[in-house]
């Protein structure tokens, strides 16, 4: 498989929901397809070169990332929206339907222990896109200033919730010293380190279409023309929260 790469030869995998029970969610991919995909890129000698990421930092999340540390030697990278923290994941479209919350404070330090990364996924979740200087200034910097006391690590790393980002929001995330910034488009020639591409993988997804959305070929450009198309969808997300006054 030879899919576009950053500059360290990694490419990223993006997960978001991992649950057994059912999920009203397209996102969500059980933690046992989880394994089994992990157990396949190791056997075919892929798995150093291939990152995994996982979005909205919730609480079911303890059940399967340290078996991810512990197994296969992986650093899974939470990204967690620090307003968030023990609360409710209210935000999401399906919660009426699959009630989540967020990872709680001391769950945060105990899976920083254990080997997992954290990074910022705003404080509160917004489209940073739309937010006013002095907005954008705080999400980025209570995310960071939290994350750094709960883990005991410096937090240079973010994912801009709902994948939305600008050049205003990059240039400030740069001044508060972040370092990498993650995307949900699909990994591309005008990459950068604050606009890092990744591999959304989804609960329709399979071995076959993963491996394809990491490689090139027929498939590979298939695959990527689903994922934008998918990626699309989340923009409606934002517009439904803000129907209901979250934003």
Known sequence: MTGRRDGRGMRYLLFHKSLSRFSFSSTNFSPKRLIRLISRLQSEGLLDTVGFTFDDGYEHYLDILPLLVAQFG???????????????????????????????RRSIRSLAVQGVAFGSHGHTHSDLTGLSPRRLDMELKESRDILSDLTGSRVDT???????????????????????????????????????????????????????KLGQGRMYRLERYKSAVVNQLSGGTVLLNRLRGLK
Not at 76 to 100: E, H, N, Q
Not at 177 to 205: E, H, L
Request: aromatic share 16%.
């Open 158 to 212: 973010i994912s801009y919730p709902f994948g939305r980002w600008n050049d205003r929001v990059v240039e400030a995330a740069e001044e508060f010293g972040y370092k990498r910034g993650f995307v949900s488009r699909y990994p591309a020639a005008q990459d950068r380190a604050m606009t890092i591409g990744r591999v959304s993988v989804y609960g329709f997804d399979t071995q076959l279409s993963i491996e394809a």
């Open 74 to 104: 992986i650093r899974p990278l939470v990204f967690m929206p620090t307003g968030l923290i023990g609360k409710p994941a209210t935000w999401d479209y399906s919660y009426r339907v699959c009630r989540l919350n967020h990872l709680e």
